[in-house]
């Protein structure tokens, strides 16, 4: 007897936690952290407290209630508030491992707070990624993984025992682990390294998709994992869902591949004369090399800040194929730091010595410099960071490139409305929106349904699962949050 349990990631976007029980093994497919849930009892100036561990987030419903898959540190913390059900970490494991479809936090945050000794399984490119994020930001109770400060944090970060770290595997291609197979799959999501699964035990074969599409600079990764899904003749497909919309949209909106986002953003950058501007996920670099390429067409410099040629660097070490450091069509913005005067002192962070010693220091320009020379420049320049706005304060006729999802939460729609009051401010109102989304359009879901054609269909990571039921009838199982599938 099987089972596959759903903690958390159906009926919503992201936050997967599924566990699969398969001849005598437990897995977890993604363990992730849902935003949607998570917004509904925080926001930027109210955050679970570090201090009190995985209490804030265990007593919200927001980590599920499972004996045996908590580290330990935080299990001592949160006994003290009488909990018991968890155990206290000296039970054996009650999971074998994770897979992890791919680095975006929806579907790998929460591993965090798994035990040390619960291996997870993943790309090399996931791996390479989670550290270039973890090496250029603060440590963080929900998103570190790789290494994580252990609670409560006392004593010297010199301490041996201060930090704490998960073990990741790489998987590539079919591999036994403990007595199951599993195959994991390349496919072509919005960050690289994104993998489906295969997993064949005793009793059943399961497929799991992670996020995916069909409409990317990676197509045939997706199609040679549909083709794999296929010849393994699934019991059951657990499947994504994103692009379902329902009936809440009945405009078709025009779907666009990312090919047709370099088409549209060629049109707003030649002949332009003034600076151009994109906006784009750091973790894309798929996106990256679009703009990348578009600049190297209109004769501009690709200016880059430090942080995306730490993740560039690291992506070209493990053979993805992105532009060298010191291709001549890269740049590196130099932005203010610390006394504010460019000064070398201002640059100490580890990850950015390390960064800086790795490039040509004639490389770096400042916003000066980019204000001089503006219609010879292709500036990344994010949201988050607009405050660099106040430095360059691009003339008339430059533009700013939004090339991300449109909002869709309350919060998002007020961050727009920040955004445009910035826009306007700053002679770039109104915004060019040019996006490509990250995961499969309705058709090509029913398309890679069909063509797999799974005994029974499981829609995750949606919020219209009923649209595969329409399509496909009663093959299509329908699960919430805590339900379990018996086979
Ligand atoms: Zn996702
Ligand atoms: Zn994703």
């Known amino acids: 007897m099987g089972k596959i349990k759903f903690f958390d990631g159906t009926g919503t976007i992201g936050g997967t936690k599924i566990l699969l029980e398969i001849s005598d093994r437990r897995f977890f497919l993604d363990f992730g952290l849902n935003y949607k849930k998570r917004g509904m009892f925080f926001e930027e100036y109210l955050n679970p407290r570090s201090s009190n561990g995985m209490g804030d987030l265990y007593f919200l419903g927001l980590l599920p209630s ?11 913390l949160i006994r003290r508030e009488g909990v018991d059900e968890l155990g206290d970490g000296s039970e054996s494991p009650f999971v074998d491992g994770v897979f992890l479809s791919h680095v975006h936090f929806d579907h790998s945050g929460y591993i965090a707070f798994l035990r040390e000794d619960i291996p997870i399984y993943t790309s090399d490119i996931t791996i390479s990624l989670m550290k270039a994020i973890e090496d250029t930001s603060n440590s963080n109770l929900e998103t570190s993984i790789l290494k994580f400060i252990r609670r409560p944090a006392t004593g010297s970060s010199k301490d041996p025992l201060y930090y704490g770290s998960h073990k990741a595997n790489v998987i590539a291609g079919e591999k036994k682990i403990n007595g199951i197979t599993v195959t994991a799959c390349p496919v072509d ?15 059943k074969t399961i497929v799991y998709t992670g996020d995916l599409r069909l409409h990317g600079k990676k197509r045939a990764d997706t199609e040679q994992f549909i083709r794999q899904a296929k010849e393994s003749h699934p019991d059951i497909l657990i499947i994504e869902g994103t692009n379902l ?21 060629q049109k707003e950058i030649h002949n332009r004369e003034r600076l151009v501007l994109v906006d784009f996920p750091f973790k894309d670099i798929y996106r990256f090399l679009t703009f990348f390429e578009l600049a190297k067409l209109n004769g501009r410099k690709f200016v880059i800040s430090l942080k995306d040629a730490y993740f560039m660097h690291a992506m070209k070490n493990i053979g993805m194929p992105v532009p060298s450091l010191s291709d001549p069509d890269i740049y590196f ?5 610390k ?16 960064i800086m010693g790795k490039l040509d220091s004639g490389k770096l320009v400042t916003a000066k410099e980019i204000k001089a020379d503006e219609n010879n420049f292709m500036l990344i320049l994010r949201y988050f960071n607009f405050q660099q706005l106040a430095d360059i304060r691009p003339t008339n006729g430059s533009v700013y490139i939004h090339s991300a999802s449109e909002a869709h939460t309350e919060e998002q729609e007020i961050d727009e409305w920040r955004m445009n009051n910035w826009l306007k401010h700053f002679n770039l109102y109104p915004r060019v929106h040019i996006h490509a989304s990250g995961h499969a359009k309705k058709d090509d879901l029913f398309d890679i349904v069909s063509e797999i054609n799974p005994k029974m269909i499981v829609p995750v990571h949606t919020e219209h699962p009923e649209e595969y039921v329409e399509q496909f009838g009663n093959k299509v199982k329908i699960v919430q949050n805590g339900d379990t599938i018996k086979f």
């Open 66 to 76: 499972i004996k045996g898959i908590y580290r330990k540190d935080l299990l001592q």
């Open 189 to 203: 999501h919005s960050v690289p390294g994104a993998m489906g699964f295969i997993i064949k035990g005793e009793e």
């Open 245 to 265: 919309r329902g009936n809440d949209s009945n405009e078709e909106r025009e779907f666009w591949t990312e090919q047709r986002v370099s088409e549209e953003a």
């Open 333 to 337: 913005y130099l932005e203010k730091r």
């Open 339 to 354: 006394s504010g005067t460019y000064s070398d002192k201002d640059y100490s962070a580890r990850w950015i010595k390390d």
